[in-house]
């Protein structure tokens, strides 16, 4: 069963940056294709950003070219680097991994919170 920790959340001034951890145990994890979502209040969780096992990354529009997806396949974790935030980048944020079959796991961790306010 996979687990994940996601880290690095905390409180930004708009413009400002952060890096997210999210470490993942269970299966080999450099099989699997890797994402973020965000969930803001009263709003449906978003899958900002996806790396591939092959390193091919995707994004949402309204994180490209502010947001950037890696993984440490030695460390078993996924990265997601956020510059220039803006308010509406709050949310808590959220690792999966995507499954063989194509869909995403239904194990999901506690998040890490991202509020961006001046």
């Known amino acids: 069963q996979v687990q994940f920790v996601e880290s690095g959340g905390g409180l930004v001034q708009p413009g400002g940056s952060l890096t997210l951890s999210c470490a993942a145990s269970g299966s080999i994890f450099s099989m699997y294709a890797m994402g973020w979502y965000r969930q803001a209040p009263g709003k449906e969780r978003e899958l900002v950003a996806t790396i591939s096992s092959g390193g091919i990354k995707t994004y949402a529009t309204s994180v490209k070219g502010r947001f950037i997806i890696n993984r440490d396949n030695a460390k078993n974790t996924v990265y997601l680097s956020m510059n220039n935030l803006k308010p509406e980048d709050t949310a808590v944020y959220l690792c999966?991994?995507?499954?063989?079959?194509?869909?995403?796991?239904?194990?999901w961790g506690q998040g890490t919170q991202v509020t961006v306010s001046s």
């Open positions: 999966n991994r995507r499954q063989l079959d194509g869909t995403w796991s239904n194990h």
